[in-house]
């Protein structure tokens, strides 16, 4: 086991900033362990959705040979996002540069695999030796009919938030607003912003705007085609969903064509009605509102009736919740909608606002995790003893080796919880997580032994 | 809109569009190969209290974990030193010295297996002489040892990586090798070996072949580690102990051969006894492991062994219609493809298209004259350096009954329309296929029970009620 020690105690004990928030997206600390991924990765995850495009990486096999195709996003269409295209790079290039590839690998992109546009990573090793990356796609694109674009995000830049950030830029810079046609405002029309399609968590719901008369323009980037980003100008209405990282975009779309963005979440009963009156009421359209008001109500009402026999047999269990972005408030509410209490509560990636928030809706005595490593973790898990984990499954089987249930609500699921169709769907597999017989079987011990523990 | 994505779609499946494929020079599309790292770290696991330490850009480390940790439903257990965009124009000594002594203080390791990734690579950090200047701050204690291998990722692949590591770790902790302190053991090497259940195997047959042994380095607990309510960081791995008297092994002998070249070219250096055997797959392949063991041993074969060869052997009688004739692709590493043809060759089948990412010239050369010395290999190429883009080409211009491989090529098999038989690293959409051995005479078994019945699941729900019968 772990010594006693955490991550914490390597630094300055005055970790609380004067928010009374934990410092948040502090960087990680050399060797305090290997949780956090990098801005290649944090960029790859904000422009990989989009499904009708080609997604070349300038690297080593490090990094396509490690992430092609490894994330949950959902696509009604095109599958061409999930080809690993990468140039490989190899000692040769670290010699003499890997820029003729580069040129040759996007133009043989073009020719054979027939995307909208091509989308082209920077890594590491391309940045550290000099490939001009930019420089490459302007060539390349010259000589094309379609957009070459460079998404410059080494993975040495820092955390994942600054390559959500980079990818936000680039859509900004490079995609919104490209398009040909009309640029005319599309009345009741909105962009979803941060909403990654993930286990098709996007058409829970799009049915409820459909059904409201609420054109979804597009989500960025959730099964996201590249023309209809490029009209995302058109929109009346940015709601960021998820990933504040990306509020430098929404803030930008508002200064130059200006759209209004809200924040919202479509995670749980309370926050997918509150989102959808929000949205209502952004929109400026009274009658949409009346009708709003009406449908969440029923929606509810619903909903509440399908989920009550799972929140009686999930009621007063006791939860560990650990996650990030809007998550980490958007889910406090989704279990005490279901009758489970929150021992302690966690965040990785998130913004003080977003961890006041959850601080405010959880039991005061909720313990804050303000230690985000594995050793924090096991530590959190061994003083709470609580029934269930809901967290990012990076922490899955370190949890599973406690014995304690278990649920996925980031990008490793295979089902989608959001909107009111995605609450059932989340009631109905925690439950089923919680109330495994597995668990039981575990906890039995056998042969019958005396207090023999692990040091 | 429709008909364009068809007529793409179909151009795709076409002999002219193979061409065109097989012309492309610098693009990889869909690899079949991980990085060095990834290989060091899988290696690094392997010893006791062994701490794997990525001296590089941290979102290395977070992918090596994820990959294996969906491949084994396990934990997985490292640092990195995290270094960014300063540590490119300083170096990344600072990181390095500030890494070791936070890993230290945290998971107290008894050694720790430092290796690189690309950036510490590009900008040449001198990771010895870092090592040295941490000791002597007192960053961490003198006397803890830390393993060292550089790993660039655009060198090579995982195979390397592993090879480099495994030299770092026993020339870090073997004491020198003295003629009067040679001990009983042979040293057997898996190599970058995947399934947790082979380890157990090997152990298994040691044991019952009554041969003092260590099994260097042995992952089997880490990885498939069992649920006793703790989460141990550290749950196994090759003892210190038998690390430190590595290099007065009475013999080792190494079950891959392409995984491992560095570390037995130090091994020779060091004037140890080395042999090398093709990884023991299939009947032939496992009988020569036998022998090997037994020349070590000096002892008989025990009558337990000769039974259950036999009860493979009966195995493949029972089974051979199923496979003779049948066409394979494959996929995968070297050592890897060698077992897997060997053991469809015993059986009949027909290795037609075999696709080798990470291929070398000397594997080159021995894959070729072995189907050549078939009867069933005449109809094979092997395909070194290309993608799983190149195989789809392959598969649905000249059409085989079966892939073989791991999870990667799904699309592909699925765009040909034929089953995927998951063999190999990393397999994250099917569960415990890593705790059945491929290695050995249950090996044996375990193969052609998941092939056979593949093509026979196959034939119940694709048959019509005419064909569907209660005996296949």
Known sequence: ?455 | METCTKVTKDWLNTQEYREKNFAREKLVINPAKACQPLGALFCALGIERSLPFVHGSQGCAAYFRSTLSRHYREPVSAVSDSMTEDSAVFGGQTNLIEGLKNANTLYSPKVISLFTSCMAEVIGDDINAYLGNAKEQGAIPQELPVAMANTPSFKGSHITGYDNMLKGLIECLATPRQEDKINNRLYVVPGFDTYTANFREYKRLLKVMDTPYTLLPDQSDVLDAPNLGTYEMYPGGTSITEMNDALNAASFLFTQTYSTPTTRKYLDSKEVTVEVIPMPIGIAGTDKFIESVAKFTGKDVPEEITLERGRSIDAMTDAHQYIHGKKFALFGDPDLLIGVVSFLLEMGGEPVHIVCTNSTPLFKKAMESMLAASPYGQGATLYAGKDLWHLRSLLVTEPVDMLIGDSHGKWAARDADIPLVRIGFPITDRVNLHRYPIVGYSGVLNMITMIVNTFLEEKDRTSSDTYFEMMR
Request: overall charge neutral; hydrophobic content about 40%; charged content about 25%.
């Open chain 1, 1 to 455: 086991m772990f010594t006693n020690l955490t991550k914490l105690d390597l630094k300055d004990k005055k970790c609380m900033s004067d928010a009374g928030s934990p410092k948040l997206c502090m960087k990680a600390l050399p060797g305090e362990g290997a949780e956090r991924s990098c801005a290649y990765d944090g960029a790859r995850v904000v422009l990989m959705p989009i499904t009708d495009v080609a997604h070349l990486v300038h690297g080593p096999i490090a990094c396509a040979g490690n992430s092609w195709d490894n994330r949950g996003a959902r696509s009604s269409g095109s599958q061409l996002y999930r080809r690993g295209l990468t140039t490989d790079i190899m000692e040769n290039d670290v010699i003499y540069g890997g820029e003729i590839k580069l040129k040759k690998s996007i133009l043989e992109i073009a020719a054979k695999h027939d995307p909208k546009a091509i989308f082209v990573y920077a890594t590491c090793v391309s940045s550290l030796i000099g490939d001009d990356v930019d420089k490459i796609c302007r060539e390349a694109e010259a000589e094309l009919t379609i957009p070459v674009i460079s998404v410059n995000c080494p993975g040495f830049l820092g955390d994942k938030n600054i390559g959500n950030r980079i990818a936000g830029e680039v859509l900004y810079d490079r995609v919104i607003g490209t398009a040909k046609g009309s640029d005319e405002r599309i009345p009741l029309s909105i962009n979803l912003i941060g909403e990654y399609n993930i286990a098709g968590d996007l058409w829970g719901v799009l049915p409820d705007l459909k059904n409201l008369g609420i054109r979804l323009q597009t989500a960025i980037t959730g099964d996201a085609k590249f023309d209809d980003l490029r009209s995302a100008h058109r929109a009346s209405l940015n709601v960021l969903i998820c990933s504040k990282s990306l509020t430098n975009l929404v803030r930008k779309m508002e200064i130059r064509y200006g759209i209004p963005f809200i924040e919202g979440s479509f995670y749980g009963i309370q926050d997918t009605s509150q989102t959808l009156i929000n949205i209502a009421k952004a929109l400026n359209d009274l009658d949409l509102l009346d009708r709003t008001l009406v449908y969440v109500k029923k929606k509810e009402e619903e909903t509440r009736e399908t989920i009550a026999g799972y929140k009686k047999l999930l009621e007063n269990k006791q939860a560990i919740l650990f996650t990030g972005g809007v998550k980490t408030w958007s889910m406090v509410s989704t279990l005490a909608e279901l009758g489970i209490n929150i021992l302690a509560g966690g965040t990785q990636n998130s913004t003080p606002e977003d961890f006041q928030r959850m601080k405010k809706l959880m039991d005061p005595a909720a313990q804050i995790i303000e230690d985000t490593s594995s050793a924090g973790f096991l530590k959190i898990i061994a003083e709470k003893k609580p029934d269930l984990i809901v967290a990012g499954g990076k922490t899955k089987y370190l949890a599973h080796k406690t014995r304690t249930p278990f649920l996925d609500i980031n990008h490793g699921r295979k089902l989608p919880y959001a909107g009111y169709q995605g609450m059932i769907t989340f009631a109905e597999t925690l439950t089923r997580t919680v109330l495994s017989p597995v668990w039981g079987h575990l906890k039995r011990e056998f042969p019958p032994r005396e207090g023999e523990q692990d040091d």
